[in-house]
């Protein structure tokens, strides 16, 4: 009697895993030339039934002018026939402020400490590659340059009218002694941690 019950519970939840269905489109950000078939892309791929050769294929194709490891947001669509249409925006706005303020992290504790400046000159030249994007198409420059902003804030990096290059290189300078205690203090926490398992 119980076997039959469990072999009953066996059947539901086959039928339940049968019914996932995933929608017809996802958003990924893939390094630019650098799409495998293995994970993350693969799997995601695989789920929805596309070919992954041929996607990794046509996205390193169409990436192959862009220095290879830059972070490319993608959009892809799945047709009913396993095809798919891809849109390729530019990199995040975070990559753009990382790469302008000379930095390779954001603030640990963004509102409390600066991982690095930008100018205003560099929000608008960031903006003027986002007002590309199919994001921000009826999106204005003023509002662009606003969400940059916002984005340059939540990572800890500081806007400035402008910037003196002198006094910046001492800033970075004294930044990288404050990240290297941070990541000392992270790997102590780490170790402590892996004491108590």
Do not use: W
């Amino acid at each position: 009697m119980a076997a039959r019950g469990g072999r009953k519970g066996a059947r539901v939840v086959k039928k339940i895993m049968e019914k996932v269905n995933h929608p017809p489109y996802m958003k990924v950000t893939i390094p630019a030339g650098q799409a495998a078939a293995a994970p993350p892309l693969g799997p995601q791929l695989g789920q929805r039934q596309i070919q992954i050769a041929a996607f990794c294929k046509e996205f390193n194709e169409k990436t192959s002018t862009i220095k290879p490891g830059i972070p490319l947001p993608t959009s892809i669509r799945v047709n009913p026939d396993r095809s798919f249409e891809m849109s390729i925006s530019n990199p995040p706005v975070t990559y753009f402020l990382k790469q302008a303020a000379g930095v390779k992290k954001g603030a640990m504790k963004p509102g409390q400490e600066i991982s690095g400046k930008v100018s205003l000159k560099h929000v608008y030249e960031i903006a003027a590659i986002k007002s590309q994007d199919p994001a921000f198409e009826n999106v204005t420059m003023e509002e662009v340059c606003k969400r940059i902003i916002g984005a340059a804030h939540s990572c800890g990096i500081e806007v400035v009218p402008h910037l003196e290059e002198e006094v910046y290189r001492q800033f970075l300078e004294e930044r990288k002694e404050i990240v290297a205690q941070q990541e000392k203090e992270l790997e102590e926490v780490r170790q402590a941690k892996m004491l108590r398992l």
